[in-house]
């Protein structure tokens, strides 16, 4: 099952679920206002994202005012993430321990070959 992650509806995330949509493949849409990420969740998604510090959205108005937006290592990020989930980038596509962040089409396309 493919999860979609999204903080906020920017055009990547609507890019995202039309690209989903049109291939009718089903995707678990995980709103990171309502929904908590597991530790264990957010570890897979650095490990396949290259490292924490790539996820937080630093371009956000609303995540500049954080203290976590200046953080470096991923042992202070962590808790943060884990304590307000929309400091990071939208969408994440994650299937299995793959994920990509953005907008990915050609990625998305392989996964369901």
């Given at each position: 099952m493919i999860q979609l992650y999204i903080s906020k509806k920017n055009f990547d995330v609507q890019k995202a679920e039309r690209f989903f949509k049109e291939r009718r493949i089903p995707v678990q849409v995980m709103d990171l206002k309502k929904h908590r990420l597991g530790e264990r969740e957010v570890q897979t998604m650095a490990q396949a994202l290259g490292g924490l510090s790539n996820l937080?959205?630093?371009?956000?108005?609303?995540?500049?005012?954080?203290?976590?937006?200046?953080?470096?290592?991923?042992?202070?990020?962590?808790?943060?993430?884990?304590?307000?989930?929309?400091?990071?980038?939208s969408p994440i596509v994650r299937n299995g321990s793959k994920c990509t962040l953005g907008y990915a089409p050609e990625t998305w396309e392989a996964w369901g070959k």
């Open positions: 937080i959205d630093r371009e956000d108005k609303k995540v500049k005012e954080h203290p976590a937006c200046y953080y470096d290592r991923d042992s202070l990020l962590l808790p943060a993430v884990l304590e307000c989930p929309w400091l990071l980038k």
